[in-house]
């Protein structure tokens, strides 16, 4: 039997509805396109981080990294030096205390979690003993070949890592950001139970044994922004607060 052969009418008929077809179906995508993406926008904020990290961000806990927590401090330290104004006092040194928390990897990326307790001292006024710049914070450390390459912090922290003296409280400045910065939920979940209890006081007396004195002053902003005025707190029981020096002693 011989092959039938569709005749000009049959063939435009045919060129027709696989035109209709196309059509039909671009106009579909469009429809689901312009319902969809309203409501990703709408209901993205309540999503479930911890998901969709799990599905862009494989961070996975590594443990052959442990070195990079002190490479860690050093580049605070480093950090909080070139921003220090106090930085040329007599005797200025940086100290650091820092709760490791785990160490990631993702590609050539590792990232070191770890809360830090910065501060600086230096001596002035006939050997009294001051403290500069303090911080209690909360970081996520990226490197790159054993090079830190960025940092991060919760968004609340990040805005106020400049102010003279900021401890980062979980109920101000982890409302979602902790969530987006750290992927890994056993990570997420040691941070969140971590009850801050970080000291330099040992190193401090340490290195400043040879004051007679271990009271501690602070430079204090006074009402005129241009001035300063000084401040004595006993050296042992104080706990930093954020923004006024220290809060008990």
Known sequence: ?????????????????????????????????MLVIPLYIIFMPTLNTSFLNKI?????????KEYLYDRGASYIIEKYHDLNTRKEQKDYQVFIDYEP????NNKEYYYVYMWVLS???????DNQLFQGRSNSSLYKITFKDDTVVDYEMPDNGKSYEDTESYVMTK????????????????????????????????????????????????????????TRREEQVPFPNCKASGGSGYESC
């Open 119 to 125: 501060e600086s001292y230096f001596v002035k006024n």
């Open 171 to 226: 109920d101000y400045d982890f409302p979602e950001s902790l969530r987006s910065m750290c992927p890994n939920d056993k990570i997420y979940n040691k941070i969140m139970d971590y009850e801050v209890n970080l000291s330099n006081e040992d190193i401090v007396k340490e290195v400043y044994s040879y004051l007679t004195d271990f009271t501690i002053h602070h430079e204090v902003l006074d009402t005129e922004p241009t």
């Open 101 to 104: 928390f785990g160490i990631t």
């Open 1 to 33: 039997m011989d092959d039938y052969e569709m005749n000009d009418n049959e063939k435009e008929l045919e060129k027709f509805d696989k035109t209709k077809k196309r059509i039909t179906l671009t106009f579909t995508i469009l429809i689901i396109a």
């Open 56 to 64: 862009f961000n494989n961070e996975k806990i590594v443990a052959d």
